[in-house]
């Protein structure tokens, strides 16, 4: 059965959204998105979240967390996973100072999901290998590195780990990212479109119902059909984040021979 596409981070409370949250939804299902998990950045938006989850219960998955570039220390009860990373772009963090704080925040939310059980959903920037390589010093088993950019040989220190990798629509302007995403098999994919961010179009808001952009970029780049990847991506995300619930029980589970390249 089709289980739909899952938007494993997306930003649904963001300022962007605020004037047609309620449009913005409906265009997604239109598209065919069965769930979405909307991700915060900072601690003012975690009721935000939680109220969103309410109002589109059964489609939109809150993930409370905060972006590594700022230091709050807040906690919620309701998230389904956690947001967390390590951001390491030279114009952000140029001390040295700066990064070990980040390491800190990063650690102290791993404890976090540790101790709630949760998975995370992990935003990394120039800083792929110090990222993996905590996140398996942690002894975290599930995690997401949400608009991967690392090198093929650092996202295949993740994917031994069992981590799951996912790739916005903006990923498709990149030939770079072609290249990891070949890397990477179909069981460690999952599918996002940190709306409002990182769209087709950089100068447009990015929304949701791009998630279609994602898959069908993924598809031709592993030389699969669209529906083999919706199918995959989200049969993984659903493993990845089990309270998400429902869906798998839908499912049959996808016959999943790692995609060509991979093998040879
Ligand atoms: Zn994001």
């Keep these: 059965m089709d289980g739909g596409f899952i938007d494993c981070h997306c930003h649904i409370s963001a300022a962007e959204f605020t004037k047609d949250t309620d449009d913005v939804i409906k265009r997604a299902k239109e598209a065919g998105v069965r769930m979405l998990i909307s991700v915060t950045e900072e601690a003012s938006e975690f009721e935000m979240a939680v109220q969103l989850s309410k109002s589109y219960s059964g489609l939109l998955a809150p993930c409370v967390g ?35 704080e980040q390491q800190q925040v990063f650690r102290k939310q791993l404890e976090i999901a540790k101790e709630m059980d949760l998975p995370v959903n992990v935003h990394s920037r120039s800083a792929a290998r110090q990222t993996i390589s905590v996140l398996k010093e942690q002894g975290i ?113 996808p016959v999943l021979e790692t995609d060509q390249q991979n093998k040879k």
Excluded at 148 to 159: D, H, K, Q
Excluded at 189 to 207: F, M, Q, W, Y
Excluded at 209 to 216: F, G, T
């Design 66 to 100: 905060i972006h590594p570039v700022q230091c709050s220390d807040s906690r919620q009860h309701r998230s389904v996973t956690i947001q967390i990373g390590l951001d390491f772009t030279p114009w952000y963090t140029p001390y040295p100072q700066q990064r070990a």
């Design 141 to 253: 088993g599930r995690a997401l590195l949400h608009n991967f950019a690392g090198r093929p040989s650092v996202a295949m220190e993740g994917v031994k780990a069992g981590y799951c990798f996912s790739f916005p629509p903006a990923a498709c302007r990149n030939e770079q990212r072609a290249t990891v995403i070949k890397q990477i098999p179909l069981e460690h994919i999952c599918l996002e479109t940190d709306s409002p961010a990182l769209g087709p179009d950089k100068h447009v808001r990015n929304e949701p119902k791009n998630i279609v952009l994602s898959c069908e970029y993924i598809a031709k780049v592993k030389s699969l059909t669209p529906e083999k990847v919706r199918e995959a991506t989200t049969w993984n995300a659903v493993r990845l984040f089990p309270r998400i619930g429902k869906i798998l029980n839908q499912m049959t589970e």
